[in-house]
């Protein structure tokens, strides 16, 4: 399983440093470690200290711009990340969809980038609330034209569904509305499906058990180190 942490726009420098020291302490098992895999997107400004007390889990950016360096007042380029060794992007989160206006074609241009160097990619995709209530048919045309200039072969890539009534409401979706869009998007690609949208300690293991969810996405729930370790631990109980 992939268990991946999205911190968003909390912790800082310092307290990456407590809550990755408070999940080291906690303990992963070597046989956890060798049968499952920990990603945490920290924000920008705590990469640097989340790669020095997170020996456990592959560290990776929650955004960049598409060129090595340059002219991109506030932006994030690839020469920043390669000197701390992050090799790891999310790309297509609805919050930066929706709220930063990315395109779906500036979204498969940053793809198309990452990927030719050679980045794991974690690709997500999702539907408002007003594309759920009108069924599961109209769902799957809205996360199909999501994959529109994405080629999901081109690179190491896990495709997160998060559906976007689900993300930090406390409502995650439904064991049947995940089975059924996971089984769609299953007919759409081989890579490893995660899910994404108010996962928790006490949905992880009911989640997880879902056919063709090969992981979990995990924003509010992932910001407490304790809360955390709990969903990862939830595949052995
Ligand atoms: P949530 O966020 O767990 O707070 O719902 C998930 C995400 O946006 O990745």
């Given at each position: 399983?992939?268990?991946?942490?999205?911190?968003?726009?909390?912790?800082?420098?310092?307290?990456?440093?407590?809550?990755?020291?408070?999940?080291?302490?906690?303990?992963?098992?070597?046989?956890?470690?060798?049968?499952?895999?920990?990603?945490?997107?920290?924000?920008?400004?705590?990469?640097?200290?989340?790669?020095?007390?997170?020996?456990?889990?592959?560290?990776?950016?929650?955004?960049?711009?598409?060129?090595?360096?340059?002219?991109f007042t506030g932006e994030i380029g690839v020469q920043a990340l390669e000197s701390m060794g992050v090799r790891t992007i999310l790309i297509g989160h609805s919050e930066r969809r929706v709220l930063l206006n990315e395109s779906q074609e500036f979204i498969a241009e940053k793809f198309a980038f990452f990927a030719r160097l050679g980045f794991f990619i974690v690709y997500c995709v999702g539907e408002p609330l007003s594309v759920r209530k009108q069924g599961?048919?109209?769902?799957?045309?809205?996360?199909?034209?999501?994959?529109?200039?994405?080629?999901?072969?081109?690179?190491?890539?896990?495709?997160?569904?998060?559906?976007?009534?689900?993300?930090?409401?406390?409502?995650?979706?439904?064991?049947?509305?995940?089975?059924?869009?996971?089984?769609?998007?299953?007919?759409?690609?081989?890579?490893?499906?995660?899910?994404?949208?108010?996962?928790?300690?006490?949905?992880?293991?009911?989640?997880?058990?879902?056919?063709?969810?090969?992981?979990?996405?995990?924003?509010?729930?992932?910001?407490?180190?304790?809360?955390?370790?709990?969903?990862?631990?939830?595949?052995?109980?």
């Amino acid at each position: 399983m992939q268990f991946m942490a999205n911190f968003k726009c909390n912790h800082t420098a310092h307290s990456v440093q407590e809550y990755f020291t408070t999940l080291g302490a906690l303990g992963f098992s070597q046989e956890f470690l060798r049968e499952n895999e920990l990603v945490f997107f920290p924000q920008a400004l705590s990469l640097q200290a989340s790669k020095d007390f997170a020996p456990f889990g592959e560290i990776g950016v929650q955004n960049a711009y598409p060129a090595y360096s340059g002219a991109f007042t506030g932006e994030i380029g690839v020469q920043a990340l390669e000197s701390m060794g992050v090799r790891t992007i999310l790309i297509g989160h609805s919050e930066r969809r929706v709220l930063l206006n990315e395109s779906q074609e500036f979204i498969a241009e940053k793809f198309a980038f990452f990927a030719r160097l050679g980045f794991f990619i974690v690709y997500c995709v999702g539907e408002p609330l007003s594309v759920r209530k009108q069924g599961e048919k109209a769902v799957q045309e809205y996360l199909q034209a999501q994959f529109a200039g994405i080629d999901v072969e081109s690179t190491r890539v896990s495709v997160a569904y998060e559906p976007i009534w689900a993300i930090g409401t406390g409502r995650s979706a439904s064991v049947q509305e995940i089975a059924q869009t996971h089984a769609f998007l299953r007919t759409l690609v081989q890579n490893p499906l995660l899910y994404g949208g108010s996962v928790n300690a006490s949905n992880a293991k009911e989640i997880l058990s879902i056919p063709n969810v090969n992981g979990v996405l995990v924003g509010s729930a992932s910001l407490d180190a304790k809360s955390f370790y709990a969903i990862t631990q939830s595949v052995l109980a």
